[in-house]
């Protein structure tokens, strides 16, 4: 749904888990941008491997998506 975790006023923290086509089409700053066009302020962070599945990166990263602090995890 439009704005789920995001809120007017508030800086929102996201993370981004994926692949390599994540991060070469640079979806993070992508999302950043929009969510600034309608007045959304975000901090991203991303994690991203080429040619992993989402069960890998999960094996491989859940400490860090745990340990952190995040308003929304986007896989």
């Known amino acids: 749904s439009q704005g789920a ?3 007017k006023n508030e800086t929102t ?8 086509k994540t991060y070469v089409h640079n979806i993070p700053d992508k ?5 600034a ?3 959304y302020s975000i901090n991203v962070s991303s ?4 040619g992993y599945t989402l069960l890998e990166l999960a094996n491989e ?8 602090t995040y308003d929304c995890v986007i896989l």
């Not at 994690?47 to 080429?50: C, E, N, S, V």
């Open 5 to 7: 975790c995001l809120k």
């Open 13 to 20: 923290n996201i993370l981004f888990v994926g692949n390599s």
């Open 31 to 35: 999302v950043k941008k929009i969510a």
């Open 37 to 39: 066009s309608n007045g």
């Open 47 to 50: 994690i991203t491997k080429g």
């Open 61 to 68: 990263s859940g400490s860090q998506i745990s340990s952190s």
